[in-house]
């Protein structure tokens, strides 16, 4: 496969996402939105502690992505204890669904536009959870934001989901001056 240098530019800064705040890996998922977009590949981190807050423990890193359909996600285990699963409730209907082994790197290829709140299994209710927005997510969106989350994983949930809605804001915003 040949990929032009720009590209293979676009692909760089979305490994790189890793390490940005949501916000900017978005803008950074969407910089060739215009054309059909080569597939990319995401990658999450499974961490102890989070590497902005070391208050924070047990995190997904970025917890929230934006995502093309035909993407790719990669959980990576980067510290041990951890996996990542979806149930079919809190996926788009028809989705691929995941259920990591603890400590293995998951690699799902995001075939379903809508929204996925994921988790980890041993340490969900110590709150570490993630939401992966794919295409059109009008399709689940609010079901998945309706589904009953406890404790710590509630506090992230809704931490996520105020972030979630004001990216989605700011994308129907952006189609509405392109328009
Ligand atoms: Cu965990």
């Known amino acids: ?3 032009t240098r720009r590209e293979h530019l676009v692909f760089l800064g979305a490994t790189a996402t890793v390490t940005l705040t949501p916000l900017t890996a978005f803008a950074a998922s969407h910089a060739s939105d215009d054309e059909a977009a080569e597939p990319m590949v995401h990658e999450i981190q499974m961490l102890n502690k989070d590497p902005e807050n070391s208050k924070e423990r047990q995190v997904f890193v970025p917890d929230l992505l934006r995502a093309n359909v035909g993407d790719t996600v990669k959980f990576l285990p980067t510290d041990k204890g951890h996996n990542s699963e979806v149930s079919a409730k809190k996926a788009p209907e ?42 059109d997510v009008s ?8 589904e009953k989350y406890r404790g710590k994983e509630k506090k992230r949930m809704e931490d996520i989901f105020e972030r979630a809605d004001a990216l989605l804001a700011e994308e129907a915003e952006a189609a509405a001056a392109d328009s």
């Open 94 to 135: 028809g989705a691929t669904i995941w259920r990591g082994k603890i400590n293995n790197e998951v690699e799902v290829v995001l075939d379903t536009p809508g929204a996925y709140a994921y988790n980890c299994k041993p340490h969900r209710t110590a709150g570490m959870v993630g939401l992966i927005l794919v295409g």
């Open 1 to 3: 496969m040949t990929q």
């Open 139 to 146: 399709s689940n969106y609010e079901d998945i934001k309706a």
